[in-house]
């Protein structure tokens, strides 16, 4: 079984590969995938969930659901 990293280690995985304003996707609640661009770097709110800050949400987004601007990781969510 594969474990999922802690907040704290994808917090800083994310912040290594991506700086500020790096161009992103999210998969919204209903599937419905969001484009913008990070605001912060990623951070670990209230000691359990890593989050982000995105220009075209508003407050923090789970870090889980954000990706790099990569259509292919979310081409079964749309259509």
């Not at 995938?33 to 407050?59: C, E, F, M, P, Q």
């Amino acid at each position: 079984m594969t474990r999922r990293p802690s907040p704290q280690q994808a917090v800083d995985a994310w912040n290594k590969a991506h700086p500020v304003g790096t161009a992103v996707m999210v998969s919204k609640d209903r599937h419905e995938i969001v484009r913008g661009k990070t605001t912060s770097d990623a951070y670990v709110l209230g000691g359990h969930s890593a989050v982000i800050l995105i220009d075209t949400i508003r407050g923090c987004y789970l870090l889980d659901r954000v990706a790099a601007d990569a259509p292919a990781l979310f081409a079964r969510t749309e259509g």
